[in-house]
């Protein structure tokens, strides 16, 4: 292989593949096998479609048909029901706690829960990877819904609305659906610092190199659609100004006599001339973007086989483990040290209403109104195009109150693969956790794309400058997300509570929606003046 910016091991493997090989795949059947080039759509909520916009407005947040499954008598038998030792231990300290008079016994059995559910769930969740987990286990695992008597009627009722597919096919899961993701390998296991998969093992070390082929492969099938797209959109500009060049009317008095040439005309034969100029431009780069898929879809297709030879194809179980053992981490990370951890659902703690429950549908149109105030609040720029690729979301539930960003995007994908988000269901607002969340996450995309220079470029290199300036002390990216909550909830309504500086950062960089900043120039002087600003950054070529 002599493509310079392939990765060393996985060229080194490739090299394996018979030296008379060379791909040569017909366009029919490139296009064929890529949903997303044809104009199909994604397959599912882990493909990325740079066409979609905005998220989809929800209709109906809750099914009208629930089901009964949380008034069934041994429910919490059958969730205990074949899990080993640590269904008994579970059980035994639940019925302590639930008995107990006494505060502080009562205390010392509620923290033993913490540990002892948790390590219950980790068989769950090996069941949950290989979609083997009876619907009671899942909603264990879900919910945190062991006991439903522990819920008021009204409180059951409310979960057996929930709807329970993902109708939407945006990237919003449940942890049992997460783990079956994982567990399928449709999705990687989520990043840790811990050492890499040992080289004697064949199938994990294939089925790593293949992630690291499917991400370039999936980098070049949404650039070459984009490019494509792109080219279209300048041969329709040459079309339109084409029919305008030789648009002739009668000339007066001489019937059948058409107008000779006008000066606009004749101006739009140069333009014309230098759109097909462009046109050739981007064609050629569209050839080079396709023979780049066709390079990926052949190394795509070796890896592939090298994985099922070596025995893969099966449930990840080491995957799904690790991962569980990440979902853990992220659940204490939504509570903080001093907030609720109890990880079973009850209505000693569980106090919310249908419209402020942490669902998937909820989440979406909370995820909606973020971006119709913040536009480019989920995109990435890669070689001047914006591509807008909303994270993963992964909701957790727990009582934790703020949402975070585990990953900003792939390490073996950086162009076009999704970051990650961790959203605790149960949080006092659910609106102030997504906040936090995605601003977490715009700090670490904006971070990553500085790299060395993120205390000197763009987003947090003039956020830490001003930082530094003002003499703050503790975690910039905290100063950050409470600073991003104001912009959202406060300055988005014309309420001036930021620094002066920070809101000239912040407008520059995670600029409003157009209606938003046309609201607020009519509002005050001060956003009159950011929005002079950006006239005169587009008029110096330097926005």
């Not at 009722?157 to 109708?167: G, H, K, P």
């Not at 659609?225 to 009668?250: I, Q």
């Not at 080491?318 to 992220?330: I, K």
Request: a neutral charge; glycine letters at 6%; charged letters at 30%.
């Amino acid at each position: 292989m002599d493509n310079p910016g392939i990765d060393p091991e996985l060229a080194a493997l490739l090299d394996e593949a018979p030296a008379e090989y060379k791909p040569r795949i017909s366009k029919q059947a490139l296009f064929s096998s890529s949903t997303e080039a044809a104009g199909g759509g994604p397959k599912g909520p882990t493909d990325v479609d740079l066409t979609v916009k905005t998220f989809p407005k929800i209709e109906k947040a809750y099914s009208d048909r629930p089901h009964n499954l949380f008034e069934d008598p041994a429910y919490y038998k059958k969730v205990l029901s074949n899990e080993s030792e640590s269904a008994q231990r579970v059980h035994n300290i639940l019925s302590k706690y639930l008995t107990c008079q006494d505060p502080k016994d009562r205390s010392v059995y509620r923290q033993q829960i913490i540990t002892a559910y948790w390590d219950f769930l980790s068989g769950i969740a090996l069941k949950a990877g290989s979609g083997r987990a009876e619907p009671q286990k899942r909603y264990a695992l879900r919910f945190g819904l062991l006991l439903p008597t522990l819920l008021t009627p009204e409180q059951r009722q409310l979960f057996a609305r929930v709807i329970e597919d993902n109708e939407y096919g945006e990237p919003i899961y449940y942890l049992d659906e997460w783990l079956q993701s994982i567990g399928s390998g449709k999705i990687n296991p989520s990043t840790t610092d811990e050492a890499k998969t040992s080289r004697k093992d064949d199938s994990s070390r294939f089925q790593q190199l293949l992630s690291k082929a499917q991400g370039k492969l999936q980098s070049a099938e949404n650039l070459l659609r984009a490019k494509s797209e792109e080219r279209g959109r300048v041969e329709d500009d040459v079309r339109a100004k084409l029919d305008a060049v030789f648009r002739h009317e009668s000339l007066a008095g001489f019937p059948g006599v058409k107008e000779p040439f006008n000066e606009a005309q004749k101006r739009g034969m140069a333009e014309v001339s230098e759109g097909f100029k462009n046109v050739l431009a981007l064609d050629k780069e569209l050839q080079a973007f396709v023979r780049d898929y066709e390079a990926a879809e052949a190394d795509v297709r070796i890896l592939q086989q090298k994985v099922s030879d070596s025995g893969g194809g099966t449930t990840n179980a080491s995957g799904v483990a690790a991962e569980f053992d990440t979902l853990r981490q992220m659940a204490k990370m939504s509570c903080g040290r001093q907030g609720n951890h109890f990880p079973i659902l009850s209505r000693e703690y569980f106090h919310l209403s249908s419209r402020e429950l942490g669902i998937r549908e909820n989440v979406i149109e909370t995820l909606r109104w973020i971006e119709s105030i913040d536009p480019e609040a989920y995109c990435r720029q890669y070689k001047s195009q914006l591509n807008r690729i909303p994270p993963f979301v992964i909701l957790i539930p727990s009582y934790g109150d703020f949402g975070f960003c585990w990953e900003p995007f792939d390490r073996y994908n950086r162009v076009t693969s999704r970051g990650r988000i961790a959203v605790p269901m149960y949080a006092k607002n659910l609106h102030i956790a997504l906040l936090a969340a995605v601003a977490d996450l715009r700090w670490q995309v904006a971070k990553e794309k500085a790299s060395y220079y993120w205390m000197e470029e763009g987003l947090t290199g003039n956020y830490y400058q001003w930082f530094q300036a003002q003499k703050l002390k503790g975690d910039v990216k905290e100063y950050f997300i409470n600073d991003y909550l104001i912009w959202m909830i406060k300055e988005s309504d014309g309420i001036q509570k930021l620094d002066k500086e920070v809101r000239g950062v912040f407008w520059r960089y995670m600029p409003f929606a157009p209606e938003i900043k046309a609201k607020l120039k009519n509002r005050a002087l001060v956003y009159q003046e950011l929005c002079q600003r950006d006239l005169n950054r587009e008029m110096s070529d330097g926005y």
